[in-house]
């Protein structure tokens, strides 16, 4: 539509009707309207698809079809220019009907002049680009929401492959830890259990020199020393014992190994008995309790601590709490600078992979707690 000219089409079976409503429009002072005719559905059809019409104007009744038809194949084509239904009377059913097959607007035949139908032309146009306007914006939005849908598959199809690729990593370190383990204990081990015994023969052979049995007792206790450091380090890289009794006991050995070298006093509350979870849950819980525990004695200058690990419903829960000097929010969050940082991270870390959590509270000279949940 130019400022100048409206091209209009009418689509009515009435001859009379197009002769009329073209001498009404030659009235208007401005803009001037360029009226062309289509007397059947078929031909308004057909101009309808050259969209070659600023302004269309459908009568409701087109002989044996129906111009509420021709309006809703029209915006099925993809026309979006401004629709108006003539009708030989109008009331709320036809406003209804119109309005819901898309037409911008309607009027009533006879009840309307040359200003009035000017006036619907300039509504419907009006209406017609906000309509426009909208679909491009529902378009816009749809590829926007169509990209974030597929960034997210994507991310969260990364993720599960992320979160497969951490559980096989933690799994095959957890089988290592016990190759390892049982490397030092029945290779190294009993290699130093054999040397310690010929020590203490060689110590107590009277024909040696003193100075040779001195030697000899000097290198047993060495050994002593490193056999009790290789069933340390052994215990620290898989205990025996989590396997072979489960998440309770190996708690229980870790607190009395902690309670003998930190000097920390222990309150044990465990109910488990003696069912046994999933390997990988007892050994996420256990490394878990453990980097606590160390955390405690290396940060906390805490005293005494509490363990309580029960079943409630369909998960197993864990309370690790101190008496030590708390900790402050911001090292809650963990950051390089921060002591307990890149412990919590490794404790989330562990815990996700079995679906579990993991809240912390704490307060300056008031202790911390921390809680562990992880479903059945």
């Known amino acids: 539509m130019s400022a100048a000219t409206v091209r209009a ?5 009435a001859e009379i009707e197009f002769l009329s409503l073209r001498r009404m429009l030659q009235k208007l002072p401005k803009p001037l309207y360029r009226l ?8 308004g059809l057909s101009a309808l698809q050259r969209d070659a019409y600023d302004v269309y104007l459908i ?20 026309v979006m220019k401004p629709i108006i239904l003539l009708t030989a009377y109008g009331n709320a059913a036809i406003d209804a009907a119109a309005t819901e097959i898309g037409a911008n607007d309607y009027l009533a035949k006879g009840e309307f002049d040359a200003v009035t ?60 830890r016990r190759r390892i383990t049982r490397e030092l204990h029945d290779n190294i081990g009993q290699s130093l259990t054999l040397l310690q015994m010929g020590l203490a023969s060689l110590r107590r052979c009277s024909e040696i020199e003193c100075t040779v049995r001195g030697e000899a007792a000097a290198l047993l206790d060495v050994t002593r020393h490193m ?15 989590l396997d072979d009794l489960g998440l309770e006991s190996a708690i229980s050995q870790l607190a009395a190994d902690w309670g003998k070298r930190g000097g920390l006093t222990f309150d044990l509350r465990l ?13 996420a819980i256990y490394r878990v309790v453990q980097e606590a525990i160390t955390n405690v004695v290396r940060h906390s ?39 307990k940082g890149l412990g919590m991270i490794g404790m989330k870390e562990r815990l996700a992979l079995v679906r579990g959590t993991i809240e912390i509270e704490s307060a300056p000279r008031s202790g911390t707690t921390l809680f562990l949940r992880v479903p059945l």
Not at 9 to 13: A, C, F, I
Not at 227 to 237: G, K, N, Q, V
Not at 271 to 281: C, S
Request: glycine share 6%; aromatic share 4%; charged share 35%.
């Open 9 to 13: 089409l009418l689509v009515d079976d």
């Open 36 to 43: 062309d005719w289509a007397q059947s559905a078929a031909e």
């Open 59 to 78: 009568d409701f009744k087109l002989g044996p079809d129906s111009g509420l038809d021709l309006i809703r194949q029209a915006r099925e084509l993809g």
């Open 117 to 176: 139908l000017d006036r619907a032309v300039r509504y419907a146009t009006r209406q017609a680009r906000n309509m426009i306007e909208m679909e491009r914006r529902l378009a816009e939005n749809r590829a926007v929401i169509d990209r974030l849908q597929l960034e997210t598959e994507r991310r969260t199809l990364a993720e599960a492959e992320l979160s497969k690729i951490l559980a096989s990593m933690v799994t095959e370190q957890e089988a290592e």
């Open 227 to 241: 056999s009790a450091e290789l069933h340390r380090l052994a215990w620290e890289i898989r205990p025996a014992v």
């Open 271 to 283: 109910f488990l008995g003696p069912r046994r979870l999933a390997p990988e849950i007892e050994s």
């Open 301 to 339: 200058e805490a005293k005494q601590v509490g363990i309580i690990l029960k079943l409630r419903g369909e998960e197993v829960i864990c309370i690790v709490e101190d008496d030590g000097r708390g900790i402050c929010s911001d090292q809650r969050e963990g950051s390089d600078a921060r002591p």
